[in-house]
T-cell receptor, first 112, second 112 residues
Framework: DGGITQSPKYLFRKEGQNVTLSCEQNLNHDAMYWYRQDPGQGLRLIYYSQIVNDFQKGDIAEGYSVSREKKESFPLTVTSAQKNPTAFYLC???????????FGPGTRLTVT | SQQGEEDPQALSIQEGENATMNCSYKTSINNLQWYRQNSGRGLVHLILIRSNEREKHSGRLRVTLDTSKKSSSLLITASRAADTASYFCACTFSGGYNKLIFGAGTRLAVHP
């Protein structure tokens, strides 16, 4: 059963703590993405990776970090430097950058 | 901003009616994509239309693209209650690095 998974579905953290969100895909896609969605809004790109061991900042990368050590995995760390981290985080993948993206179910992060 | 902007922001119709959503953008695109999101879930890809295409169909969905007007429309025919969701257009732009830019979406409610 191919797809893209994110865990956990809900995550709660105290302010000042770093937290890592998991994203795994078994679609053999080269490109992977992280988006942030705030209530009633569209998606904003945090980071993306077109190939293993390479990634680029998106529009709102400040306070976030990523790694791409394996083709299947693209974890996102929300650091304490992110001023407003409470949001819905979506991971996606695509064959290459100019094709349709497949999304995971999302992780809802709440920081108090 | 280059982003796609959907119109209307919200649409409420009865089952069996057609639903039309529009998307406008500001600069030349490589492709335009439509996605659907059920409340609190990940996005599902519906249709990708490239800049040299004018119309695409998929089941009850019809997408048109008018590059002279920098606009696209998504038509859902014979709508069903299960079509209730948010619909987003997203573009990749010429000269960029093929990242998707999402609009804020149209919230569609289909009443039985």
């Amino acid at each position: 059963d191919g797809g893209i998974t994110q865990s956990p579905k809900y995550l709660f953290r105290k302010e000042g703590q770093n937290v890592t969100l998991s994203c795994e895909q078994n679609l053999n896609h080269d490109a992977m993405y992280w988006y942030r969605q705030d209530p009633g809004q569209g998606l904003r790109l945090i980071y993306y990776s077109q190939i293993v061991n390479d990634f680029q900042k998106g529009d709102i990368a400040e306070g976030y970090s990523v790694s791409r050590e394996k083709k299947e995995s693209f974890p996102l760390t929300v650091t304490s430097a992110q001023k407003n981290p409470t949001a819905f985080y979506l991971c996606a993948s695509s064959i290459t950058a100019d094709y349709e993206q497949y999304f995971g179910p999302g992780t809802r992060l709440t920081v108090t | 901003s280059q982003q796609g902007e959907e119109d209307p922001q919200a649409l409420s119709i009865q089952e069996g009616e057609n639903a039309t959503m529009n998307c406008s953008y500001k600069t030349s695109i490589n492709n335009l994509q439509w996605y659907r999101q059920n409340s609190g879930r990940g996005l599902v890809h519906l249709i990708l239309i490239r800049s040299n295409e004018r119309e695409k169909h998929s089941g009850r969905l019809r997408v048109t693209l008018d590059t002279s007007k920098k606009s696209s429309s998504l038509l859902i025919t014979a709508s069903r209650a299960a079509d209730t969701a948010s619909y987003f257009c997203a573009c990749t732009f010429s000269g960029g690095y093929n990242k998707l830019i999402f609009g804020a979406g149209t919230r569609l409610a289909v009443h039985p």
